[in-house]
């Protein structure tokens, strides 16, 4: 079964650009959470969705980005225009539902961001 | 809110010695907690989780951690670690009614040397 995956794995851009994140989840998994790691930070929360619905999305931190789960697969989360705090590693996870969210949550192995 | 508190940043230790990674959870509600690890170039995984039940919880790679309510601790132990286990170690909660999204420690740096 293959894990979650995320495109790019690197990603370099200079100040006011644009770009795209994108995420595949395990295959069945309904809930899609986006976390992100600014360098000497713990991992923060951005959102989750559970299929093609924002759940829960306070995590944002501006209206610069942009998440989206069109048909609840893949995610695309959209940084326009980006700024320098936006360098991290964004993570993407995704669980199975069950009832409760206590499930595992299997994370991609990131898409490191550098804003010039 | 909820918060967590790792305690240590860095953790150096020689192989086969013991380790404790300290975690510390600050919340108005119940909670699940989770340990994850991250290899060098790699996505986070699951080393063990506490739902309900037994206090003292076994996960992989011979990590165990065990829940202490009265002092909201989840602090993970290895009887003896290997070269392997360097890595970095988180701890994380979620609680009952957030939703499901994880909050998590700053994240302790294992070092294991030989």
């Known amino acids: 079964e293959a894990g979650v995956t995320q495109f790019p794995s690197h990603s370099v851009i200079e100040k006011g650009q644009t770009v795209t994140l994108r995420c595949d989840p395990i295959?069945?998994?309904?809930?899609l959470y986006w976390y992100r790691r600014v360098m000497g930070k713990e991992i923060k929360f951005l959102l989750h969705?559970?299929?093609?619905?924002?759940?829960?999305e306070s995590g944002m931190p501006n209206n610069r980005f942009l998440a989206e789960r069109t048909g609840g697969t893949y995610s695309t989360l959209k940084v326009q225009p980006a700024e320098l705090e936006d360098s991290g590693v964004y993570f993407c996870?995704?669980?199975?539902?069950?009832?409760?969210?206590?499930?595992?949550?299997?994370f991609g192995p990131g898409t490191r961001l550098t804003v010039l | 809110a909820q918060s967590v508190t790792q305690l240590d940043s860095q953790v150096p230790v020689f192989e086969e010695a013991p380790v404790e990674l300290r975690c510390n959870y600050s919340?108005?509600?119940?909670?699940?907690l989770f340990w994850y690890v991250q290899y060098p170039n790699q996505g986070l995984q699951l080393l063990l989780k506490?739902?309900?039940?037994?206090?003292l919880v076994k996960g992989i790679n011979g990590f165990e951690a065990e829940f202490n309510k009265s002092q909201t601790s989840f602090h993970l132990r290895k009887p003896s670690v290997h070269i392997s286990d360097t890595a970095e170690y988180f701890c994380?909660?979620?609680?009952?009614?957030?939703?499901?999204?994880?909050?998590f420690g700053q994240g302790t740096e294992l070092s294991v040397k030989p």
């Open positions: 996870a995704s669980s199975q539902w069950a009832g409760g969210y206590g499930n595992e949550q299997f």
């Open positions: 295959s069945g998994h309904d809930n």
């Open positions: 969705f559970v299929k093609e619905s924002k759940q829960d």
């Open positions: 919340s108005s509600v119940s909670v699940y």
């Open positions: 506490y739902l309900s039940g037994s206090t």
């Open positions: 994380a909660v979620i609680s009952y009614n957030q939703g499901g999204k994880l909050i």
